[in-house]
């Protein structure tokens, strides 16, 4: 069975500039989740899916972070535009549903802003 | 809100060392309790979990009970391996929602 996917691996770009991550869950999983990890912490919510709908999305920063699952499937999530905090590992995580309690991740998109 | 403290690490042991990683919780209800592991280069991994209070997770020689009575999860493993060597991390999902809420994470290091 395939993992998670996320791409790209590795993204370094400017402040004020926007960046685009992108994740494929495994098949059949419908809850998709955002998290951020900023070094030396734990994974933090950013956004929860069930198929192609938000559930959760209070701790999104909305004026600069947007995320879509559209086809509830693939899911992006972009950063417009980028601050120097934003620096981190965006982990892309799936489950059977959301109420399975296991969740799978991808690697990881490590971002650093310059 | 729901949140997880776990010790401060970094945690270095000798090789057939017993390891023990301190998780306590606060939550509202019932959660069930991770232990999640990132090896270095790799991603998240579930190592064990348990969904209710006196349950038993194990996995790889790893165990944590759920204490309700002390609301803690403590990660355990009677002889440690140098593949050991990662970050440990406790979590919680809530009944109200079924995001992980990550402690800080453990780095443990694992010397021969």
């Known amino acids: 069975e395939a993992g998670v996917a996320q791409s790209p691996r590795y993204k370094i770009i400017e402040k004020r500039q926007s960046v685009a991550f992108w994740c494929n869950p495994i098949s059949g999983h419908a809850t998709l989740y955002w998290y951020q990890q900023i070094l030396g912490q734990g994974p933090k919510l950013l956004i929860q899916f069930q198929n192609n709908g938000v559930v959760d999305d209070s701790q999104l920063p909305k004026d600069r972070f947007s995320a879509e699952r559209l086809k509830g499937v693939d899911s992006t999530l972009k950063i417009q535009p980028a601050k120097l905090e934003d620096s981190a590992v965006y982990l892309c995580?799936?489950?059977?549903?959301?109420?399975?309690?296991?969740?799978?991740f991808g690697p990881g998109t490590r971002l650093l802003v310059l | 809100g729901d949140s997880v403290t776990q010790m401060e690490g970094p945690v270095t042991l000798s090789e057939e060392a017993f390891l023990t990683i301190n998780c306590t919780y606060t939550?509202?209800?019932?959660?069930?309790l991770f232990w999640y592991v990132q090896y270095p280069g790799e991603g998240l991994q579930l190592l064990l979990k348990a969904t209710k209070a006196d349950d038993k997770g194990s996995n790889k020689g790893f165990e944590a009970t759920y204490r309700k009575e002390t609301t803690s999860f403590h990660l355990e493993k009677g002889s440690v391996q140098v593949s050991d060597s990662a970050v440990y991390f406790c979590a919680l999902t809530s009944n109200s929602g079924y995001a992980l809420n990550f402690g800080k994470g453990t780095s443990l290091l694992v010397t021969p």
């Open positions: 995580a799936s489950s059977l549903d959301s109420t399975s309690g296991t969740q799978y």
């Open positions: 939550a509202t209800g019932y959660p069930s």
